[in-house]
């Protein structure tokens, strides 16, 4: 029997049975993708293959292809009116694809190669992309912020429903941080991207797209990232843009909302969205821009007997603002004391996260949090590092005034502080 990419098989080898959908096959072998999301290749002189499922395409008259007939008929129905999403690519994973010559991934695809190579997302949206880059996340930085956040703006004000942004992975914690404190928004924002490239096996680009876009059609009208909740292809988590980090190097569900639940998840199959936090609803808030991005701050992470000279080559360098990643609530060593207080006695803000991630910093506890607070240091109660450092560019970027900067940054302004009962 002949089988056809995209019909549904069983595959049985050495007394283990194999199931999922047939992807493209070099002749000889066959490859599915299972319902893990993990491909698998076989030699077809090897294995028995049984048909479970024909993909529709048959032109027999048969009840598939009549199934399959219907569908796409109501989709291109004349007058079906699908929403308006702008695709924003600036590169990544979700955007690449392997180099053959090197075995280097690179990026190279537009917002059109996208939509080529995942047609599933046309029978959601009505899309329109931009390239506002086309690199690897570590190349980021705050002009690029900044470009892409006067994108969002104007498509929105062109009549967007929802955004979707395609971002490496690696950095793009702090782009959507930097995006949800400069952009006040009336519809959906989401940042997606891929652990794997999306002719890779195992690929999450396809289904991580396919749920942003559910994502930005909605009425969550934050910013937020939509990645993988699982290693397998079952759900993705719509994590708030202050609140999200990514927590392994290669796993597909590498992104996790840290001192919050995500906002929701989104069922891959159905498309069903479920929300467990408070969230702004769409058109709940008027769009309001405000760009601006103080590059000269510096994340400084303390390890036991690091030497406080590395503050005076921030505070000498002429640095603008400084946020230090102490261990446990939020301490560095009583030798730092003082370069702190050189610091802020410089009006050079200095801004204490927690090397813990999880829980909030309190520097009343013990003496030396309590000379960090006399010298001038602000807490960042259960704010991340990143998002801490992002949050402490913009304010910068607002405002040269001192105390006007030291007051927004103790305020929550875009959900990167969870409010609590004590202080």
């Known amino acids: 029997m002949e089988f056809k990419q995209g019909d549904r098989v069983r595959i049985e080898k050495n007394g283990t049975v194999y199931e999922g959908r047939i992807m493209p096959s070099m002749e000889g072998y066959i490859t599915i993708k299972m319902n893990s999301g993990y491909n698998a290749g076989f030699s077809t002189d090897r294995v028995k293959v049984t048909l479970l499922e024909d993909n529709g395409e048959s032109t027999n008259g048969g009840e598939n292809g009549a199934k399959e007939s219907r569908a796409v008929e109501e989709i291109k129905k004349p007058g079906k009116k699908l929403p308006k999403v702008t695709i924003l690519s600036t590169g990544g994973t979700i955007a690449s694809k392997i180099d053959y010559r090197t075995g280097a991934v690179t990026s190279q695809f537009t917002a059109d190669d996208i939509l080529a190579a995942i047609p599933e997302l046309k029978e959601i949206a009505d899309f329109k992309g931009r390239v506002i880059s086309s690199i690897l996340s570590e190349n980021m930085d705050a002009g690029t912020w900044e470009k892409l956040a006067c994108a969002i703006v104007e498509e929105i004000k062109d009549g967007a429903d929802g955004i979707i942004v395609t971002h490496g992975t690696d950095t793009m914690m702090y782009t959507a941080a930097a995006l949800s404190f400069m952009i006040e928004t009336p519809v959906p924002i989401v940042l997606?991207?891929?652990?794997?490239?999306?002719?890779?096996?195992?690929?999450?680009?396809?289904?991580?797209?396919?749920?942003?876009?559910?994502?930005?059609?909605?009425?969550?009208?934050?910013?937020?990232?939509?990645?993988?909740?699982?290693?397998?292809?079952?759900?993705?988590?719509?994590?708030?843009?202050?609140?999200?980090?990514?927590?392994?190097?290669?796993?597909?569900?590498?992104?996790?909302?840290?001192?919050?639940?995500?906002?929701?998840?989104?069922?891959?199959?159905?498309?069903?969205?479920?929300?467990?936090?408070?969230?702004?609803?769409?058109?709940?808030?008027?769009?309001?821009?405000?760009?601006?991005?103080?590059?000269?701050?510096?994340?400084?992470?303390?390890?036991?007997?690091?030497?406080?000279?590395?503050l005076d080559y921030y505070i000498k360098g002429g640095y603008k603002g400084l946020v230090l990643e102490g261990t446990g609530l939020g301490h560095v060593s009583t030798k730092w004391v003082p370069l702190i207080q050189k610091a802020t006695d410089s009006k050079i803000p200095v801004v204490v996260t927690s090397q813990c991630l999880n829980g909030r910093v309190c520097d009343r506890v013990y003496d030396t949090g309590r000379d960090i607070l006399k010298a001038g240091a602000i807490e960042g109660e259960d704010t991340l590092p990143e998002t801490a450092l992002v949050k402490l560019m913009w304010v910068l970027g607002q405002t040269d005034e001192y105390n006007e900067a030291i007051g927004m940054l103790r305020e929550n302004l875009s959900g990167e502080i969870t409010e609590c009962c004590f202080k």
């Open 192 to 310: 997606v991207g891929s652990q794997r490239s999306a002719d890779r096996p195992s690929s999450d680009s396809a289904m991580n797209a396919i749920c942003a876009t559910r994502v930005a059609i909605s009425d969550i009208a934050e910013v937020s990232v939509v990645m993988h909740g699982t290693t397998s292809d079952d759900y993705c988590e719509i994590h708030r843009g202050t609140k999200v980090r990514k927590m392994h190097t290669s796993r597909r569900d590498a992104f996790k909302s840290i001192n919050s639940l995500p906002i929701g998840t989104v069922d891959y199959n159905t498309g069903e969205i479920k929300t467990f936090t408070n969230y702004t609803k769409r058109g709940e808030k008027p769009l309001k821009f405000k760009p601006g991005m103080e590059p000269k701050c510096a994340l400084v992470k303390f390890t036991p007997d690091a030497d406080p000279d590395i």
